[in-house]
């Protein structure tokens, strides 16, 4: 259910992406949906006035045509098709046309009382910026502000509108992939310390204080990359083309990352070198994205360890895709043993 919440703040402000259509809400696990429909985090928005055209094959964008219930005759929603005489027009459900919104608002709101601030939030900019209240916090008070993703939160910098908040810190809903130390204050994603259950939001404050008492160790330039919301990790390909740089097609987009802009730097060397997490990496890409317990006997000299590592690639994974949900392995198995659900390869001539 988090993520569903967080995913939605990647395209914020974007013309287009406010609403949720039907598609969108059923390929959400039904559960989620209910518990945010309970919450009041999602809710029926304005039925869609321009649809994609279900008379033929062309799928064009057509407007929507409603003739209310008039005396004996029934409620007609159509779309008048004049690109084609052997078309004219096509009746439509109503129910083609419902739209869903997440009430960004709420969403806030059940956060400021998850952070315990007992104050309203504040509206810095619209629906994409909010002060939740100030808090004490390893014996210091702090002002929480809440920002929608990277690019909010770095035009609000530019613009100073967060002079007036003593001691901020930064809960970033998308595009950050682990807590950093800016010049303003602490930027914690909010993936790493918002929980969920039916009954509402809560915030892990024993996180929240871990990680506004150290700097972090992520590399500022590691860059998340953001997919359309709905995107699965079936449709990832990530393929070794050297034993530094991978590269990615997603989304009808293709770019090439080194091991240090996918967060597998060694933090322990001064020159930028892979970790050891980089070469499990590569070895399971050797074998296709999937590897067997007779695998990992034979390619590490620690085969009991391979558990932790695939628990810390996938980690990794989840932050160069925020806003892809779910787990980018399939459930481990004794007969199959490890599998990617995306495609995971290396580079060969034939491809």
Request: glycine content about 6%; proline content about 7%; overall charge neutral.
């Amino acid at each position: 259910m988090v993520e569903l919440i967080l995913n939605h703040y990647a395209f914020i402000g974007r013309e287009g992406e406010e609403t949720l259509s039907v598609e969108e809400i059923e390929a959400w696990p039904p559960g989620d949906v209910a518990a945010l429909k309970r919450l009041n985090v999602v809710k029926k928005a304005t039925p869609a006035k321009v649809i994609v055209c279900p008379g033929c094959e062309e799928a064009c964008l057509m407007p929507v045509h409603v003739c209310p219930a008039q005396d004996d005759r029934a409620l007609r929603i159509f779309i008048s098709c004049d690109k084609r005489e052997d078309t004219g027009r096509i009746l439509i459900d109503p129910a083609e046309l419902e739209q869903w919104r997440i009430d960004v608002g709420r969403f806030v709101a059940l956060l400021a009382a998850a952070l315990g601030t007992g104050h309203a939030p504040d509206e810095i900019i619209p629906q994409q910026t909010f002060y939740l209240g100030a808090l004490t916090i390893n014996r210091k008070r702090r002002s929480a502000i809440f920002v929608g993703n990277n690019e909010t939160m770095n035009s609000s910098i530019e613009a100073g509108l967060f002079q007036l908040y003593p001691n901020p810190f930064f809960l970033i809903a998308v595009g950050l992939p682990g807590p950093q130390e800016m010049k303003q204050g602490p930027a914690i994603p909010l993936f790493h310390v918002l929980l969920h259950s039916e009954k509402g939001l809560s915030v892990d404050m024993d996180e929240v204080k871990k990680a506004l008492s150290a700097k972090s160790n992520v590399r500022q330039d590691f860059v998340p990359i953001q997919v359309p919301i709905g995107t699965d990790w079936k449709q990832v390909f990530i393929t070794f083309v050297n034993d530094q740089t991978v590269q990615i097609r997603v989304a009808g987009k293709t770019e090439y990352r080194s091991f240090d802009e996918m967060g597998f730097a060694d933090a322990r060397k001064t020159e930028s070198q892979p970790s050891a997490l980089w070469g499990v990496f590569h070895q399971i890409s050797i074998m296709n994205g999937e590897m067997t317990l007779q695998d990992s006997v034979k390619s590490f000299s620690e085969p009991e360890k391979v558990k932790k590592w695939v628990s810390q690639i996938r980690k990794k994974l989840q932050q160069v895709f925020p806003t892809i949900s779910g787990d980018p392995f399939l459930p481990y198995t004794h007969a199959k043993g490890y599998k990617t659900r995306f495609v995971l390869n290396i580079y060969s001539p034939s491809m």
